[in-house]
């Protein structure tokens, strides 16, 4: 199996499946917290661990704010791989 070329998290329901973006701004905490897309483009991180600290972050802000960011137990890492050939 190829080296994954980053990850990125999704939020996984039983009718729906969608990436996260990544929300930054000086009110938010460093590193930023997740978000739906609408906020921005799909987040990509460089590992595993990076992306299971912004899922950490965002329910941390979440549970202090009450604010209506994706839950922790709906969110999933998800490796990316490039398929070489297979655009015909």
Request: glycine share 8%; aromatic share 6%.
């Amino acid at each position: 199996m190829a080296k994954p070329l980053g990850f990125i998290v999704m939020e996984s329901c039983d009718d729906y499946e969608q990436g996260l973006a990544l929300e930054q701004s000086d009110n938010l905490p460093p590193g930023g917290i997740l978000n739906w897309r609408e906020s921005g483009r799909v987040a990509v991180f460089p590992s595993r661990r990076d992306a299971r600290k912004a899922i950490q972050r965002t329910e941390h802000y979440r549970l202090a704010f009450d604010s209506g960011h994706p839950i922790k137990e709906s969110c999933i890492v998800v490796p990316l791989a490039l398929v070489e050939g297979s655009a015909q």
